[in-house]
């Protein structure tokens, strides 16, 4: 079993940065691809970034590339999401997932391919 706790968020103004983190319990979690996602007011959960448990191979989504980075610090059991240049459409909760199991290289992109998830934290974009 893992437990994730996202943290980091809170209200920014548009061109602003801030940086989640997402702390992991587990022993294994050093063999998990991870993966963060969005919801915004009204909208679906949908995919904004992943990473390999090597931490060798990131996957982003259109909306965000260029301006938010996934990296992951095994040995402190953290997957974190540097978010700049934030625009009032980033206002969301995120939330921080994992997948059990994958090759050095893989990442997952779908939601229903996570196993476990934390219970998100609220990113608010002022303009």
């Known amino acids: 079993q893992v437990q994730l706790v996202e943290s980091g968020g809170g209200l920014v103004q548009a061109g602003g940065s801030l940086r989640l983190s997402c702390a992991a319990s587990?022993?294994?979690?050093?063999?998990?691809?991870m993966g963060w996602f969005s919801q915004a007011p009204g909208k679906e959960r949908e995919f904004v970034a992943a990473?390999?448990?090597?931490?060798?191979?990131?996957y982003y989504a259109d909306s965000v590339k260029g301006r938010f980075t996934i990296s992951r610090d095994n040995a402190k059991n953290t997957v974190y999401l540097q978010m700049n240049s934030l625009k009032p459409e980033d206002t969301a909760v995120y939330y921080c997932a994992a997948k059990e199991a994958g090759s050095r290289w893989y990442v997952e992109r779908r939601e229903g391919g996570m196993d476990y998830w934390g219970k998100g934290t609220l990113v608010t974009v002022s303009s």
């Open positions: 587990g022993r294994t979690f050093t063999s998990y691809p």
């Open positions: 990473i390999s448990w090597s931490g060798e191979n990131t």
